[in-house]
């Protein structure tokens, strides 16, 4: 009998470590113009489904595009884990040629890096490629592919991959993600040009540019977060973000930098990533222009 209960009181804790031992609270990410990419639980990793393919982009009304992304987006939907989290991520390859997945910036064992050809055979049309590994680490990542890379990246085929911390060390309310991305799309033609490395001619976020973009809609008071990306070729117009305070960004790779001069810029330069972290003044809803507004009478809000 006394046993009996010792193995009952062990079965309950291990049911319990689940919801008690590892409770994870964060706040979710909006990706502006974008999705986050569902997952399911199996044997205790969380699997996601990437598709790598030909899309239609509109880029904005009335303006499509032929462009490559991942499940009908370009940039692809944004994966979203925790630190510790064991990820499953199954990338079935619809294009017509060869590709990868690299995951930037993220820890993990050299085969799942996703470098074809170097720690890894490419994913043929038709394939499906499984990677798997542990996070050990929490911030603002990105993939993207390792072949053909000029080509699949010009035409649009990156993602955010975000790693919450365990615990918040302090307490976010509103939490955005946009992916920078500059393309050239020679007049009169639909498809972009991909060995264009310095004259593009459109600029977008998350692949809209103004009018098409959503504004990122916040309370007066709440604590908000923007992650910012650049996979593009060449220096992205930095985005301001006017009447808030508390500027608190940070980047990392080549390139990145995260001085904030007189206006409280960062500039976005290629291989970036960035986290500007600001408290709002008052209520606020912010377009993101195609050119960054020049002062802050560009945008009203209430005081």
Known sequence: ????????????????????????????????????????????????????????????????????????????????????DRVRILVTNKLPEATSLHWHGVLLPSGMDGVSGLNQPKIEPGETYAYEFTLRQHGTQMYHPHADETTQMALGMQGFFIIHPKREAKPIDRDFAIFLHEWDVPPSAATPNPATMTDFNLFTFNGRAYPGTAPLVVKKGQRVRIRLANLSMDSHPPPRIPLCRDWNGWGRNSGASTAPGNNGECSNRHDARHRVCRECRGGLVLPLPQEPPHDESDVSFDP
């Open 1 to 84: 009998m006394k046993c009996h209960k010792i193995i009952q009181f062990a079965v309950l804790s291990a049911l319990a470590l689940p919801i008690f031992g590892t409770a994870r609270a964060y706040t979710a990410v909006t990706t502006p113009n974008g999705s986050t990419l569902p997952y399911v639980m199996d044997r205790g990793a969380k699997v996601f489904h990437l598709v790598a393919e030909p899309v239609k982009k509109e880029i904005a009304p009335g303006m499509v595009i032929n462009a490559w992304g991942y499940n009908g987006q370009s940039p692809g939907p944004t994966i979203e884990a925790v630190e510790g």
